[in-house]
Antibody, heavy 115, light 106 residues
Framework: EVQLVESGGGLVQPGGSLRLSCAASGFIFSTYDMHWVRQATGKGLEWVSGISTTADTHYPGSVKGRFTISRQNAKNSLYLQMNSLRAGDTAVYYC?????????WGKGTTVTVSS | EIVLTQSPATLSLSPGERATLSCRASQSVSSYLAWYQQKPGQAPRLLIYDASNRATGIPARFSGSGSGTDFTLTISSLDPEDFAVYYCHQRTNWPLTFGGGTKVEI
């Protein structure tokens, strides 16, 4: 079964850091681009980072310079290092597989930035 | 950044009725547009890719059309399980973007 399981969410103070992880199984991880997409409570979807099979990375302006996406193919794992966190980063963060389109989503992990 | 504008924000319909959802892009995305369905408490699910191709396992009552800047998702006859929020998404340019969503409610 194709599966993505996120972990690492939690409560962090403004200005703090958090590292999210995503464990992939049921498919050949190294052959897919991967993304992180977030959703604040009651709001829409926001793409926050993507990494290709060749480790090229992309970010929107809202997180560029603060977030870093990485992957470790040998461990079938995706990561998101989040620094200088703000209240506006509070959301459910989804790990997403992509082959041209985002076709498999994890259940998400919740990040809350609050003092 | 390509902005995707979805309309209407909310669509109130009954089971068996036809639903027509719109997504307009601020610049051409060719046919590189997808539609996702999200139910409360669940992750989004891919319905349509490349504007008009149904994803694996998606019922035939879902169809997509359009190219360039104007796209439509049609649900031919609403099933009770279709009441959800629908998002369009473009992969033409970085940053990847999503529309604001259309809620289909009873």
């Amino acid at each position: 079964e194709v599966q993505l399981v996120e972990s690492g969410g939690g409560l962090v103070q403004p200005g703090g850091s958090l590292r999210l992880s995503c464990a992939a199984s049921g498919f050949i991880f190294s052959t897919y681009d991967m993304h992180w997409v977030r959703q604040a409570t009651g709001k829409g979807l926001e793409w926050v980072s993507g990494i290709s099979t060749t480790a090229d990375t992309h970010y929107p302006g809202s997180v560029k310079g603060r977030f870093t996406i990485s992957r470790q193919n040998a461990k079938n794992s995706l990561y998101l290092q989040m620094n200088s966190l703000r209240a506006g980063d509070t959301a459910v963060y989804y790990c997403v597989r992509s082959y041209y389109y985002m076709d498999v989503w994890g259940k998400g992990t919740t990040v809350t930035v609050s003092s | 950044e390509i902005v995707l504008t979805q309309s209407p924000a909310t669509l109130s319909l009954s089971p068996g009725e036809r639903a027509t959802l719109s997504c307009r892009a601020s610049q051409s995305v060719s046919s590189y547009l997808a539609w996702y369905q999200q139910k409360p408490g669940q992750a989004p699910r891919l319905l349509i890719y490349d504007a008009s191709n149904r994803a694996t396992g998606i019922p035939a009552r879902f169809s997509g059309s359009g190219s360039g800047t104007d796209f439509t998702l049609t649900i031919s006859s609403l099933d009770p399980e279709d009441f959800a929020v629908y998002y369009c998404h473009q992969r033409t340019n970085w940053p990847l973007t999503f529309g604001g969503g259309t809620k289909v409610e009873i």
